[in-house]
């Protein structure tokens, strides 16, 4: 049952033009269970100001330190965050808050350098308030039925694990037309180490163990820039060797000419096998050694019914599925539930940019074999 | 750019245990246009009570007629209304609403009858209010891409269109067991002259009309009850002649095992093709005579730009799209648009009533050519 | 075991040009059960002798009726013939061959006229002789394995059966140009009663009732030439009534922009549904109520063993299919079976001719029911 | 135009329980352009003898060289040779036919060892003699489609090649049951150094050369056996480096459950990319960049004339590409065409156990470096 008392959420970033902080106040807003009251959404005052105009925001700032401490001093202040900024302002940004006492909800990837992020689960750690990172392709329901076929046994012993992100939006210089968002996640000083591996890389990596369950011991990355003078890599292809001897290759690239937004993930066992498709993401190929291939959905027995919205055959997507990130996440801070569930962490956050320094390592070293 | 200020919205019907009253909720929260001020959740007290209570609403009526004059008296008093009960309640609410002077959003089919559709496009055009029906697959953006291919004459002149929405919830007599969408749906004094014909039948006529821009000039229905004591039709296979020449098919069935909600639509002219189907609703297959066929998508040439909340690749779906109506009414409402535009009106409702009306008589009569 | 002595088999039609001759010859040869051994390949000599020095076949014929002769005084003479003219010379060719004792393989539709029809059933009966009408859909495996779960019962009961059956090739007026595939199946002196009706509606209607198991008791027609001038039907809607109540819609076109040959079966129980769809004859899609759908294929469980020349996942198409049918009548010929089995008789070809004049006649009254 | 002179053809191997050796006859047979005159089918005597005749083969040899020597020394001898053998016996095989002046056609991989590949190579050189390699997925008519886009710049300046061919059919110890195909493709004395990258990933290699036109320079292989006490591998992941900056991976796998031959190629520029799928293979997914992407067939626009049997719409398959080889390899030997044109040669044969022996050098040295 929705509870009627909406969480106090405030926003850093997010301002005009940004892409992924109306994803966020959609997703918030979805399930009803956050009320938007305050925002820095944007370091240039005037902009921030408009933005929270045009957007009824009732509170906004112009510094996220002084929105930081003015909110956790106030009764009525904000309960949470969400920081939806470049890159290498997560970190700041994420410590004020935790400092004073806000939750923080951080967009991928969690910070700009390790030493940021394994500062940040210390953080947590210590503030003892709540933190999810928006790995958001973990809210499908189909990507969750996946996770929970593999966690049940239903693969059997996990032996591949196939992930690909290509997209193609980077074919070209973006960049160099000034495009905002190509401009930001090709400049090494606001995205760090990792280009395609950080954009979209640790969403790959997150899906797959997220979902098999395995955890990558080792890997060996080939990254590669084929537009000319840019600085980080827009193809990633990377092997990984899982414990208990399971196998993969992690492909991220964002000059694949053709496809717009191609997460895909496949885990096999000495079982059985699925598929998971973003671009199609109600439907998930589940097929049992030796019989015919099911196509589970949210319709069909398998359906995993506590994330309906809907009934299946009524499409749900990519916005349904980051709102299910912050339903759960309100439930968590609400007391409904005591542990993070399904939520991506502050310790998976840290663990993604550890991926990509480790792959970038591994690259600039000819393509050499680097433990995780 | 989004106006801070959001409609007052009041609803009728949706409380525990509705479907399509959450899909409302949701669709009018989603871009932040609406506030859900006042609701007649149900026709029992303490069921409409405790359903605002859980929803945060913050007026809660018992009684429709009340809740028009109430609301309609007070200065801050909702300016809209979405109607979302079984469909022989359509005619007696919105009329109260539109006497009042608000405006009205409403669940298809319009009414029960014919006769009230008709009596609700006069009191419609005597109150100067908008009325806007809820035909939300129009909403979708591949499915208005389709209405700009035929309406630019991208598929020549047009000469079949077939148009199918089989299901199979209802394959079962799931109404003996008390389940509350069937029951009302199979019961003629609730839901009207047609079973899945007004359920899901005025879809596929609306959607089939709307996109080709043909209009339906005769009929012949063969309507089956396939479930014991089955009321109302089950399955509906109906031959359509629409104007200058155009041909086509319709069929809609709840007893089509394997399709969960599985609208498609399919127009051909002389010069090309075109394919939309609901459960994949960010693809139209487009295809010219003698060219290899296209995926056209958001994401790709030809995208409907102007429904971009999301890039290509990042699905879309049912609630987005039930969404883009509500958000194309709030900017009529506001006067940011003069006319319904894509928008489903009255009239179209009224259509759809005459459909179903039209096809039960027509099927009563052995299958007989009717006129529309 | 394949048997190392191959059928004498003749041909009557196929010569340059042909597109279904060179099917046949495929067909014949795919399995090394028959050695082409005899032909009239065509009603102009020069071409008959021509077409059949190309080919490498022994015995040349410019006379149907000479060949059916001399073969048949002969011992080592043809014992089966395969027709490949245009329908209107099915019967005619079909007799002089029964008559003097020889097997016979004809294309569809098996004449152009209903009275030539009932005749050659007469016929085949008193020639004690074996017949085979190649209606080579039903040669596809997936499509056996669908007859095989509507006749074991895994569909419940049947209550619809959806097929259609969309080509664009004669979208324009092709057969002003001289094209001989479209002239003559445009031409109601060489195709009979039926245009897409008879080329491809015949197809459509066999294969729905062959693999449901239910039988057509009425019908309801809507055709029309959308080309100009044109004297056949080009595109056909019907309606079906079956036996036990099955209700069910049959679409024909061969003006239907963007599709090549997409003739597709379902067939909708009370336990389960199946879809089958020519293009990627490889699979069939299986739903129980209430299960996730399964892929069916040759490769998983359930696929159709006997069908197999190469394992699952290699794919088989309509050659394959078409041989299929060229097998099993070789092991009917050399008596190895000893019913038709699957394979369509001479009374389902008479059946589909009466299926097009009912159709034709049904239409031209305006629309109206005609039993059948 | 089909010549009615037919290559007499001997075939080695292939006879009873073989699965490719019916393959080959029937590509041979299905354009009617050879007779298959002569076999030794079985290193048995009694099972080659037994299978010849249960063919219909005339002349039956229990010993290859043998067999070379008299069909070579005979005027109506055959003029070609299908090896269709074990992998270590392809060497010697080969050899026998080439010095007794007999054309050859032998499946892939080339040879068991790269030494014997190399001395191919030499005796095809000296011998004057065609050799065709049957890299059978080079027959497709879409993967040939591919190859011209490629080839014509379509694409523009290549980056990336991705290629897999996931199967399932050795996910458990099928070998141990004394299951044929399994025991020698698992055994190092038969099959040589590589497993499932001999007998698969070989195919993968050539299509992803064949078709883009690039050439790998560079590769670091991780292999696996999966399955307990299997000698070869059964998974392989491959990074690849072409020339010109190219990268790619490949992936070839027997233990992926839920494939059953799922070999995809894709191909990425920078003014388009494309998709192919041996399971579906008659779609050839193109995509320009920025534009909606087409589904090309034989029957659309930019279909590969040249290779129809059939009109676009009808499926071929896995057995016509197969037969395509075989038709171009006759046109070759009647001097209808001159060079080897699409045609895979001995080189790209010998390539191939280079790949392999490459590929398991590197994996064996922990998975490093190596040039090919």
């Not at 918030?28 to 933005?51: F, I, Q, V």
């Not at 906004?60 to 949470?80: H, V």
């Not at 996770?147 to 032996?159: F, Q, V």
């Not at 495009?179 to 969403?203: E, F, N, V, Y």
Request: net charge negative.
């Amino acid at each position: 049952m929705i509870e009627p008392r909406r969480i106090r959420l405030g926003m850093v970033g997010g301002g005009q033009n940004s892409f992924i902080g109306e994803v966020h106040r959609i997703a918030a807003r979805m399930d009803d269970c956050y009320e938007l009251a305050a925002g820095c959404l944007s370091a240039t005052p005037e902009k921030a100001h408009a933005s929270a105009r045009e957007l009824g925001i009732p509170r906004s700032y112009d510094d996220f330190a002084r929105m930081a401490q003015e909110e956790a001093a106030w009764n009525d202040g904000i309960e949470a965050v969400a920081i939806v900024t470049p890159n290498h302002l997560h970190h700041p940004i994420a410590r004020a808050f935790l400092d004073a006492g806000i939750h923080v909800i951080c967009d991928k990837p969690l910070t700009a350098t390790l030493a940021q992020a394994e500062d940040l689960e210390q953080a947590v750690a210590a503030s003892g308030k709540r933190f999810m990172v928006t790995y958001n392709y973990s809210g499908y329901p189909m990507a969750r039925h996946a996770r929970e076929l593999a966690a049940d046994g239903a693969l059997g012993n996990i032996r591949v694990v196939q992930v690909e992100y290509p997209q193609d939006w980077l074919a070209t210089d973006l960049e160099a037309s000034g495009h905002k968002q190509a401009s930001w996640r090709t400049d090494p000083a606001q995205a760090g180490a990792g280009g395609s591996l950080g954009d979209i890389g640790t969403h790959a990596f997150h899906l797959a163990e997220w979902v098999s369950g395995c955890r990558v011991e080792s890997l060996l990355a080939d990254l590669d820039s084929f537009v000319a003078d840019r600085q980080l890599d827009d193809n990633a292809h990377v092997l990984l060797r899982y414990g208990n001897g399971v196998r993969g290759q992690l492909w991220a690239s964002q000059i694949a000419t053709g496809h717009a937004n191609g997460l895909r993930l496949r885990v096999y066992g000495d079982r059985a096998g699925l598929e998971w498709f973003q671009e199609q993401p109600e439907q998930l190929r589940f097929a049992r050694l030796g019989e015919a291939p099911q196509i589970l959905s949210r319709a069909a027995a398998g359906g995993a019914e506590r994330d309906i919205r809907l009934p299946g055959g009524h499409p749900e997507g990519f916005l349904e599925a980051f709102a299910n990130l912050y339903r759960d996440y309100a439930a968590l801070l609400r007391g409904d539930s005591d542990d993070y569930g399904l939520l991506p962490t502050v310790a998976e956050g840290a663990r993604g940019v550890r991926f990509v320094e480790t792959a970038v390592a591994s690259s600039a070293a000819g393509g050499q074999w680097r433990e995780l």
